[in-house]
């Protein structure tokens, strides 16, 4: 599956993308506050391509300018999900490279999914979270319509391993509805 935006495609991660993924997954800034260690070569991002970025439902962030991955983007099954979710709700997980940092790529990325994961999925609900002190992305679930749900403390980050607090946002379709059909007629 290939999906666009504005600036965006959002498209399957590939083994050829490897150096960029590890020019943005080696910044100790980025991985570590989403939960998962810096990269420590091209042929690790390899790796994570071929492990963990191959999973269903999980993107590589390509601006179209230049057709390069700057960041990923997924959807996290029900029995993979971070937290407890019903059967037709998903997860949304993301980052994008510090370069690419307050340009709202991601909030772009995660409004695109959103449509996806509700009008050709069907879904009924996204859940997002995010550690204790990652504002950043605190503000993209925001921006993007999710509402604090519930917090979960003393959880293990076994990429990390270390312990940690974890806030989760939740969205439903229908809030998804009201809050696009909002945007639209704002923009009239």
Known sequence: ???????????????????????????????PVAGWPPHTSVKNSREIIRS???????????????????????LISP???????????????????????????????????????FEDLGCTALWCGYYEGNAKSKRVQEKCGFRYHHTERNKPCFLMGDVRTEHFTYLTKEQWEADTNDRIRDSH
């Open 1 to 31: 599956m290939v999906l666009e935006t504005e600036r965006l495609i959002l498209r399957p991660w590939e083994e050829a993308d490897a150096e960029e993924l590890y020019k943005y997954a080696k910044n100790p800034q980025v991985g």
């Open 52 to 74: 963990v970025l191959s999973a269903p439902e999980t993107y590589a962030v390509v601006l179209k300018e230049s057709m390069k991955p700057v960041g990923s983007i997924g």
């Open 79 to 117: 029995m993979q999900s971070h937290t407890k979710v019903g059967q037709t709700e998903w997860e949304i997980g993301y980052w994008i490279g510090v370069p690419y940092w307050g340009q709202g790529l991601i909030p772009e990325a995660v409004q695109r999914l959103q449509k996806y994961a």
